[in-house]
Nanobody, 126 residues
Framework: VQLQASGGGLVQAGGSLRLSCAAS????????MGWFRQAPGKEREFVAA????????YYGDPVKGRFTISGDSAKNTVYLQMNSLKAEDTAVYFC????????????????????WGQGTQVTVSS
Protein backbone atom coordinates (compact mmCIF):
# COMPACT_ATOMS: atom_id res chain seq x y z
CA VAL A 1 0.00 0.00 0.00
CA GLN A 2 1.28 3.44 -0.92
CA LEU A 3 -0.01 6.92 -0.25
CA GLN A 4 1.48 9.52 -2.56
CA ALA A 5 1.08 13.11 -1.44
CA SER A 6 1.85 16.13 -3.57
CA GLY A 7 1.16 19.84 -3.86
CA GLY A 8 3.23 21.36 -1.12
CA GLY A 9 5.40 24.41 -1.62
CA LEU A 10 6.23 27.94 -0.56
CA VAL A 11 3.45 30.51 -0.41
CA GLN A 12 2.97 33.93 1.12
CA ALA A 13 0.65 34.45 4.05
CA GLY A 14 -2.91 34.81 2.84
CA GLY A 15 -2.28 32.59 -0.15
CA SER A 16 -3.60 29.15 -1.08
CA LEU A 17 -2.30 25.69 -1.82
CA ARG A 18 -3.98 22.42 -2.74
CA LEU A 19 -2.60 19.11 -1.57
CA SER A 20 -3.43 15.82 -3.22
CA CYS A 21 -3.07 12.25 -1.98
CA ALA A 22 -3.55 9.14 -4.07
CA ALA A 23 -3.64 5.71 -2.47
CA SER A 24 -2.75 2.50 -4.25
CA UNK A 25 -2.58 -1.14 -3.28
CA UNK A 26 -5.95 -1.37 -1.54
CA UNK A 27 -9.23 0.43 -1.26
CA UNK A 28 -10.21 2.66 1.65
CA UNK A 29 -13.85 3.08 0.65
CA UNK A 30 -15.01 1.67 4.01
CA UNK A 31 -12.62 3.72 6.08
CA UNK A 32 -11.04 7.10 6.51
CA MET A 33 -8.58 9.25 4.62
CA GLY A 34 -7.15 12.42 5.99
CA TRP A 35 -4.31 14.79 6.69
CA PHE A 36 -2.03 15.46 9.61
CA ARG A 37 0.82 17.92 9.91
CA GLN A 38 3.97 18.19 11.95
CA ALA A 39 6.03 21.29 12.55
CA PRO A 40 9.61 21.13 13.85
CA GLY A 41 9.69 20.28 17.54
CA LYS A 42 5.95 19.66 17.72
CA GLU A 43 3.73 16.61 17.82
CA ARG A 44 1.83 15.41 14.80
CA GLU A 45 -1.42 17.35 14.60
CA PHE A 46 -4.76 16.41 13.08
CA VAL A 47 -5.77 18.63 10.17
CA ALA A 48 -8.77 17.06 8.46
CA ALA A 49 -10.35 13.74 7.56
CA UNK A 50 -13.14 12.39 5.45
CA UNK A 51 -15.14 9.38 6.53
CA UNK A 52 -16.27 7.52 3.46
CA UNK A 53 -19.13 5.62 5.16
CA UNK A 54 -21.24 8.76 5.47
CA UNK A 55 -19.18 11.41 3.69
CA UNK A 56 -18.55 13.18 6.96
CA UNK A 57 -15.75 15.74 7.04
CA TYR A 58 -13.86 16.66 10.19
CA TYR A 59 -11.38 19.44 10.86
CA GLY A 60 -8.88 20.44 13.47
CA ASP A 61 -9.76 23.66 15.24
CA PRO A 62 -6.80 25.69 13.84
CA VAL A 63 -7.92 25.13 10.24
CA LYS A 64 -11.71 25.30 10.47
CA GLY A 65 -13.13 27.77 7.98
CA ARG A 66 -9.90 27.96 6.01
CA PHE A 67 -9.19 24.40 4.84
CA THR A 68 -11.50 22.09 2.93
CA ILE A 69 -11.09 18.35 2.50
CA SER A 70 -12.61 16.55 -0.45
CA GLY A 71 -12.05 13.38 -2.37
CA ASP A 72 -13.25 10.44 -4.34
CA SER A 73 -13.52 7.10 -2.56
CA ALA A 74 -13.73 5.19 -5.83
CA LYS A 75 -10.40 6.68 -6.87
CA ASN A 76 -8.82 6.40 -3.42
CA THR A 77 -7.96 10.08 -3.64
CA VAL A 78 -8.24 12.90 -1.15
CA TYR A 79 -7.51 16.61 -1.49
CA LEU A 80 -6.87 19.42 0.94
CA GLN A 81 -7.64 22.94 -0.25
CA MET A 82 -5.84 25.38 2.03
CA ASN A 83 -6.88 29.03 1.90
CA SER A 84 -5.91 32.07 3.95
CA LEU A 85 -2.67 30.40 4.91
CA LYS A 86 -0.81 31.63 7.95
CA ALA A 87 2.81 31.31 9.02
CA GLU A 88 1.72 28.85 11.73
CA ASP A 89 0.44 26.49 9.02
CA THR A 90 4.06 25.81 8.08
CA ALA A 91 4.69 22.09 8.55
CA VAL A 92 5.19 18.79 6.81
CA TYR A 93 1.75 17.55 5.79
CA PHE A 94 1.09 13.82 5.84
CA CYS A 95 -1.66 11.92 4.13
CA UNK A 96 -3.07 9.09 6.26
CA UNK A 97 -5.57 6.31 5.75
CA UNK A 98 -7.43 3.69 7.70
CA UNK A 99 -9.10 0.74 6.04
CA UNK A 100 -12.09 0.47 8.39
CA UNK A 101 -14.48 2.86 10.03
CA UNK A 102 -13.62 4.61 13.27
CA UNK A 103 -15.24 5.78 16.49
CA UNK A 104 -15.31 9.53 15.97
CA UNK A 105 -13.60 10.39 19.23
CA UNK A 106 -10.47 8.76 17.80
CA UNK A 107 -10.49 10.40 14.38
CA UNK A 108 -7.86 12.93 15.49
CA UNK A 109 -5.49 10.27 16.86
CA UNK A 110 -2.52 9.45 14.59
CA UNK A 111 -2.16 5.93 16.00
CA UNK A 112 -5.61 5.04 14.65
CA UNK A 113 -4.39 5.33 11.06
CA UNK A 114 -2.77 2.33 9.41
CA UNK A 115 -1.04 3.89 6.42
CA TRP A 116 0.95 7.08 5.92
CA GLY A 117 2.36 8.97 2.99
CA GLN A 118 5.85 10.39 2.83
CA GLY A 119 4.86 13.96 3.67
CA THR A 120 4.94 17.16 1.68
CA GLN A 121 6.42 20.42 2.95
CA VAL A 122 4.22 23.49 3.20
CA THR A 123 6.00 26.74 4.02
CA VAL A 124 4.08 29.97 4.56
CA SER A 125 6.13 33.14 4.61
CA SER A 126 4.89 36.07 6.65
Amino acid sequence: VQLQASGGGLVQAGGSLRLSCAASGRTFSSGIMGWFRQAPGKEREFVAAIRWSNGGKYYGDPVKGRFTISGDSAKNTVYLQMNSLKAEDTAVYFCAARGRDIILVYIRTPAQYDYWGQGTQVTVSS
